[in-house]
């Protein structure tokens, strides 16, 4: 097959099935042509990537600190788990990859900021400049508090409609 019917064979794009074969995947033979080389592929191959691409993937959990995570816990199961044991979950794997939970620090750097907020640190460093959040510079980074992030996001989205409505424009950019 060229390479175009291998993309379609395999339901991909053409780049993709050029990487394939860079990445050892499937081999690639070519032939000269009447343009220079055409590439082509064995059909064999193809078929064998395509089962593998369609296989799915499972991979097991592995309970840091020993603790016990069932099946029922992993896949859709945590939502109905109590509070408590999600918290002792959550609690493990920071300890087990040496990460300090989010809400159980005091400041926190703009990286956490922005993935706490869901702000980008654009955003976070606009809102600083502007003096709409409070920050503190430390190092050559900023550091903000939770609670001033919260007051940030409630002046930004507060209840006063007009004006919630001046402070995203004034963040915007946009002259009232």
């Known amino acids: 097959m060229d390479k175009k019917q291998a993309a379609e064979f395999l339901g991909v794009s053409t780049r993709t099935i050029e990487n394939y074969a860079k990445e050892g995947k499937i081999?690639?033979?070519?032939?000269?042509?009447?343009?220079?080389?055409?590439?082509?592929?064995?059909?064999?191959?193809?078929?064998?990537?395509?089962?593998?691409?369609?296989?799915?993937?499972?991979?097991?959990?592995?309970?840091?600190?020993?603790?016990?995570?069932?099946?029922?816990?992993?896949?859709?199961?945590?939502?109905?788990?109590?509070?408590?044991?999600?918290?002792?979950?959550?609690?493990?794997i920071s300890q087990a990859q040496g990460v300090a939970l989010l809400w159980n620090k005091l400041v926190w750097d703009l990286d956490e900021a922005a993935t706490a907020s869901g702000y980008s640190r654009y955003r976070l460093r606009s809102a600083i400049a502007l003096g709409a959040l409070k920050a503190k510079k430390v190092g050559r980074g900023w550091k903000v508090r939770p609670q001033d992030l919260r007051e940030y996001t409630n002046w930004l989205f507060g209840d006063d409609n007009e004006e919630a409505d001046q402070n995203r424009n004034?963040?915007?950019?946009?002259?009232?």
């Open 27 to 92: 081999s690639v033979t070519y032939i000269p042509d009447k343009n220079g080389k055409r590439a082509e592929y064995k059909e064999s191959e193809l078929q064998r990537l395509k089962e593998e691409l369609q296989t799915p993937i499972h991979r097991s959990v592995v309970a840091p600190n020993g603790i016990e995570i069932a099946d029922s816990e992993v896949f859709g199961g945590l939502a109905k788990l109590p509070s408590t044991r999600i918290a002792e979950l959550l609690e493990a």
């Open 170 to 176: 004034r963040m915007a950019g946009i002259r009232n």
